[in-house]
């Protein structure tokens, strides 16, 4: 399946530029795929990666080079508490290691052990949920990238008295490592349990910030990267991303149906 992208900016771009910047792709696979004739604008065969991308103007790419960049592999896994996301201290254990015949969840087949998956952002040892494992440069790029805006939403059960005022702390007007943080939704959903949804992943931010306002977080679930949800995957579990799903992180947008 090719992939179509209309430029809708006011200067001219590189070609390159533009799909490392869109999130197709970084610069040097785009340079890569140029080269070989993989890529058109507006129906024409493009070789020169410096190209300018005028606006209003359609690239594609076709489907030897979406199929080039679909050859990573991306894991979606329901991490339990215990497990550390990536490299592992002395005596930890990576979530990289329930990736077993045995924990699969659905039709596939399991990557094998010498393959490379690292994960595309953290999810703290004490904390559980939907975790990303991947060797897919360009979903790594579109999920943790310095220009992804993809939101991750969290459900949090605290102890501690739930204020408003607190709440409004925790959406705006908190400081952490000496920066400010980028405004977060927080709602009340049920006595001690909170929704967090953020724009940004500083390390172990939700539990600090909740700290800053005297709450002490005891459970915290990621359920949804962006278009991607939990939704019922068991814990301990995992599946492949699919071809739809990888479409949507890139795009940021939502899955269709």
């Not at 006011?10 to 004739?37: H, T």
């Not at 058109?40 to 493009?46: A, K, L, P, Q, R």
């Not at 020169?48 to 005028?54: F, P, S, V």
């Not at 709450?215 to 962006?226: F, T, W």
Request: proline residues 5%; charged residues 30%; contains cysteine.
């Amino acid at each position: 399946m090719s992939l179509s992208r209309t430029y809708d900016g006011a200067e001219p771009v590189r070609l390159n530029k533009f799909m490392g910047q869109s999130g197709i792709c970084s610069r040097r696979e785009a340079d890569a795929l140029i080269a070989e004739g993989l890529v058109s604008i507006d129906g024409e065969v493009v070789t020169d990666a410096g190209r300018k991308l005028q606006p209003g103007q359609t690239l594609t790419l076709n489907e030897r080079a979406t199929a080039t960049l679909a050859e990573g592999i991306t894991i979606v896994i329901h991490k339990p508490m215990g497990y550390v996301s990536g490299q592992p201290e002395p005596n930890k254990l990576p979530a990289v290691r329930l990736v077993t015949d045995n924990n699969r969840f659905g039709e596939g087949v399991t990557p094998a052990d010498e393959v490379s998956l690292p994960p595309i952002g953290r999810l703290d040892e004490d904390s559980r949920g939907l975790l990303l494992l991947s060797s897919d440069g360009v979903v790594a790029k579109a999920v943790i990238g310095p220009e992804s805006d993809l939101d991750k939403e969290y459900l949090v059960r605290v102890t501690g008295d739930i204020t408003e005022k607190k709440l409004k702390i925790l959406r705006h007007g908190l400081m952490l490592d000496g920066r400010q943080l980028r405004p977060a939704y927080v709602s009340r959903m049920e006595s001690h349990r909170l929704k967090f949804i953020l724009r940004e992943g500083r390390n172990r931010q939700i539990r600090r910030m909740c700290e800053m306002v005297d709450l002490e977080v005891i459970d915290l679930i990621r359920v949804r990267i962006g278009p991607l949800k939990l939704d019922n995957l068991p814990e301990g579990k995992w599946r492949m991303l699919t071809a739809e799903e990888r479409a949507a992180l890139i795009r940021g947008g939502v899955l269709p149906g």
